[in-house]
């Protein structure tokens, strides 16, 4: 995580210029716990419907089964088309918004 504040494209090479990716949050136990440690800071996670507006994927290509919206979001239409934590609930934002900071994952091997 990230306190640098940037658009979601430059998020994700942020991500892998550190070696990972923008963070895929799967379930309501995840995103629990992120709400309770990043201190309800704005955070990049993955996810964008700018291709078919409704149908969220992930970088991956892969379909997006869990996303943690709460009523009224999504609620910015073709306008907002990337994800991301703000406070204590999972928003659709503008990619092009800069003043967000970034939560990365990456996969670790033993």
Known sequence: MTNDTMAQAQALEWCRNAGG???AVTSQE???ALFLHTGGQELWIDGTDVVTEGQWYLQTGELLTYIGFVAPQPNGGTAQNCINMDVNKVCDR?????DTGVLCEQDIYY
């Open 94 to 98: 503008m990619c092009s918004r800069n």
């Open 21 to 23: 990716y923008l963070a």
């Open 30 to 32: 995840e995103t629990d």
